[in-house]
């Protein structure tokens, strides 16, 4: 029952946090799966659809609708790779000057979350999340 209880309110707990980070993004036209890719790609650099996906662990029609929006929305851009048949997923230079912005909004979404927090708890939480498989 442990078991049960405990990743119920782990799950409830990270919709809540879901929830309130859309709102906090929604001024700037994002969600948090659109955020989470735009993290990615700003820190990690262009990347093909199958990377993110493989990072997400999500199916390819999950990348692909939020790939397609974040596109029409002009977040990213695909450009092709040495093999036609290749595509890349790139930062449109209006996301990257937009990041700092858009990261400051996520921080101060962070600190509402873990504000009864030390940092000894912090650091705690981070590993045990880790360990989960």
Known sequence: MLNQDLLHLLNQRVRYINKKLNESLQQHGLYNSQWSIMYYLYKNGTKTQKEIMN???????????????????????????????????????????????????????????????????????????QKLE
């Open 55 to 129: 990072y997400f662990h999500v199916n390819a029609p999950t990348i692909t609708r939020t790939v397609k929006r974040m596109e029409e929305n002009r977040w990213i851009r695909r450009v092709e790779g040495q093999d036609r048949r290749e595509r890349y997923i790139e930062l449109t230079t209006e996301a990257k000057d937009k990041y700092k912005e858009i990261e400051n909004t996520f921080s101060i979404h962070e600190e509402k979350v873990l504000f009864n927090l030390s940092e000894q708890e912090k650091e705690i939480l981070l590993k045990l999340l």
